[in-house]
């Protein structure tokens, strides 16, 4: 299949903001074409990530940079909402529709839990079935009980992350905070804590996808897009499939295994081919799970590798530099993109104190609502 490049990338920060979604929206996409050194005018078709906004908010958005006629086209698919949109933004450059396309995610999201009625059925809502922490305890309190994870390894994650973010301008908090404040935090669902748990937030960001072809007739230095795959899960023990399905002991692949698989595959890599890598860290203990779902290490050995450095900037295998959702929070429309940006940002080596040195290969992680999980490759 023909090549497809990341030529220019932009970002609204993650945070809250007396701002309509028009304006972060339209925000991210011009800082995106401006890096890329293209105007709007020469786009040929877009595509916006979002959940929570309504109906045409990509092209309410973009109608802030002026009017075309290209088709605009809203994609959700829950916390793998901007992978969808990439996927399908590739495909149209792929199939010769298109050389030069944006592609966006926006969200202004409500403050507190997320909406169960987007996510749960009226009668897990009833019986209070409904908030996405008790799901991601019985994750991490199964995992404590076969593998031996602590609460301490989990604390680490945060840490690590927390950490990075200092360091990321982009982030909604932008501060250290120590081991003991972490397993001191008020507890949300026991074993998670406050300072464990992303919130959900505002925010945007871009990329511009091009054509082998237009590369070369701008004379533009590209990121390669090596694989996107995305995936709705046939059945997992994972709160993100319905829980009438769920088992706490069932064996068979969840959505990040099944995903990576055809990610890898799509990229002709291995996961030990991978220089850094952004992924879903709802809550920490998720982290160290996908770790092992993406082959980082063993099953149940998650916690170890965090334990021993091995995910921190200059360990083997740096996980969300950027300070992750945990620091960032979620827009959930932008929060794939996000780390798009983020890793277009490390394998360009603009990323400062949190860059990791040398890296020629990046992979970017979303897994929620439904099951959807979407994995991105790229490559220098």
């Given at each position: 299949?023909?090549?497809?490049?990341?030529?220019?990338?932009?970002?609204?920060?993650?945070?809250?903001?007396?701002?309509?979604?028009?304006?972060?929206?339209?925000?991210?996409?011009?800082?995106?074409?401006?890096?890329?050194?293209?105007?709007?005018?020469?786009?040929?078709?877009?595509?916006?990530?979002?959940?929570?906004?309504?109906?045409?908010?990509?092209?309410?958005?973009?109608?802030?940079l002026g009017a075309t006629d290209i088709s605009v086209i809203d994609i959700e698919a829950a916390c793998a909402s901007g992978g969808a949109a990439l996927l399908q933004g590739m495909m149209a450059i792929r199939a010769g529709d298109a050389d030069l396309v944006l592609v966006a995610g926006t969200e202004k999201m409500p403050r507190g839990f997320m909406d169960p009625s987007m996510i749960y059925s009226p009668w897990q809502i009833e019986l209070g079935m409904s908030m996405n922490p008790a799901y991601w305890s019985m994750r991490a309190m199964r995992h404590m009980h076969e593998y031996g994870t602590t609460h301490e390894q989990i604390a680490m994650v945060a840490h690590k992350n927390h950490l990075n973010s200092v360091h990321?301008?982009?982030?909604?908090?932008q501060k250290e905070f120590s081991m003991e404040q972490i397993l001191n935090s008020p507890l949300v669902c026991d074993p998670i804590r406050l300072l464990e748990i992303c919130a959900p937030n505002d925010g945007a960001a871009a990329v511009i996808l091009a054509s082998e072809r237009k590369v070369r007739e701008l004379g533009a230095k590209g990121i390669r897009v090596a694989a996107v795959a995305h995936t709705i899960s046939r059945y997992s023990s994972d709160f993100r499939c319905p829980a009438e399905t769920m088992s706490a002991t069932m064996d068979n692949l969840g959505p990040s295994e099944v995903t990576a698989a055809r990610a890898y595959e799509a990229a002709g890599i291995g996961v030990d081919e991978i220089d850094c890598f952004e992924v879903q860290d709802t809550d920490a203990f998720c982290e160290i799970e996908i770790y092992e779902e993406l082959g980082l290490c063993g099953v149940g050995e998650g916690g170890r590798l965090v334990q021993d450095g091995q995910t921190r900037i200059g360990g083997a295998t740096p996980v969300n530099m950027s300070g992750g959702l945990i620091s960032k929070g979620e827009?959930?429309?932008?929060?794939?993109?996000g780390q798009i940006v983020e890793l277009v940002a490390q394998l360009r080596g603009t990323c400062g104190p949190r860059q990791v040195e040398g890296a020629k290969t990046a992979l970017g992680h979303v897994l929620g609502a439904g099951g959807n999980c979407a994995i991105t490759i790229l490559q220098k």
């Open positions: 299949m023909s090549n497809v490049y990341i030529i220019g990338s932009g970002y609204h920060s993650f945070g809250r903001f007396d701002k309509s979604y028009q304006q972060i929206g339209s925000e991210a996409a011009a800082a995106a074409l401006s890096d890329a050194g293209v105007e709007w005018r020469d786009i040929q078709a877009a595509y916006m990530a979002r959940m929570y906004l309504p109906a045409t908010s990509g092209a309410r958005i973009l109608r802030c990321n301008p982009m982030a909604m908090y827009p959930v429309g932008a929060s794939h993109l």
